[in-house]
């Protein structure tokens, strides 16, 4: 039987539902919380829909929690419903979400109690309009009438991690629903052309700690390079925070950011191809 990571959040920061059969003495457990180190959510990518196989985990159905069973739906296409948002922060950060994959509060992914596992969503907060696109790989929230658990990033680009909870509208993507594209922009800069996406990433440091990565990412900023990304990933030694430019379109325009760093004194970069 699959153990589910389970998401709530409370009004003063969220708390996580049991797992299947936990004692249900410990209901909850401790209070989860944002990061203490700010950071730029403007500078976090959206996730890209696209087509991807059903996960190997988290796509058990029928499951029961809490005494109640849920059915997870045959495919996504078409849904769109209304409910609470709520979201989970650093208590989780790293580790495994339902998929098995590590929960990364500093992207832009959420849970859900029925969607098949990966989906992908536009999330619109009603009140305000706020929007934003999020990679569906966990199971939750499961207090409450909570239609969907949004990592804290997400929150935050919606402006619900200050409330703990606000009424959104989600709605599933497909990879054909044209998001294929985005507008590339920069704060101090006016909004540029569409760009399409590709699979090229250059990858130009890699740094220890989460501080160090985001100082470099300024020092590419000022230095005039876009589509700055920040990807986390645990290794033997511990957690490694990696800086690299894309997706890009094709090598050729990787091989002229390469250039470009090398000249900027950014070192020997590497071009990274794959999916």
Not at 21 to 34: I, K, T, V, W
Not at 76 to 83: I, L, M
């Amino acid at each position: 039987m699959l153990t589910l990571l389970l998401a709530a959040c409370a009004s003063h920061g969220p708390e996580r539902a049991p797992r299947a059969g936990a004692d249900p003495a410990h209901r909850y457990e401790p209070l989860d919380g944002p990061p203490n180190v700010p950071f730029d959510v403007d500078a976090i990518p959206e996730p890209v829909p696209r087509e991807e196989p059903l996960a190997r985990y988290g796509n058990h159905s029928p499951y029961e929690v809490l005494g109640k069973r849920y059915r997870v739906l045959p495919r996504g296409a078409g849904y769109r419903e209304r409910g609470i948002a709520s979201w989970y922060g650093t208590k989780f950060h790293g580790r495994l979400t339902s998929t098995r994959e590590p929960y990364d509060m500093y992207q832009f992914t959420a849970a859900h109690k029925t969607l098949p596992l990966p989906s992908y969503a536009r999330v619109t907060r009603i009140d305000n309009g706020r929007s934003v696109v999020v990679r569906i790989n966990d199971r939750g929230p499961f207090v409450d009438d909570r239609l969907i658990d949004l990592s804290y990033a997400a929150a935050v680009k919606l402006g619900i991690h200050g409330s703990g909870t606000a009424p959104v509208e989600v709605q599933v993507l497909h990879a054909d629903d044209g998001l294929a594209t985005r507008r590339v922009s920069h704060p101090s800069k006016p909004p540029s052309v569409l760009r399409s996406r590709g699979d090229v990433l250059v990858q130009v440091a890699a740094f220890g700690t989460r501080a160090n990565a985001y100082a470099y990412r300024k020092r590419l900023r000022q230095a005039g390079f876009d589509e700055i990304r920040i990807y986390t990933a645990r290794t033997r030694a511990g957690q490694v925070w990696r800086v690299r430019i894309g997706p890009l379109a094709d090598r050729a325009q990787a091989d002229a950011i390469r250039v470009r760093l090398r000249s900027g004194g950014f070192g020997e970069p590497r071009i990274l191809e794959g999916p």
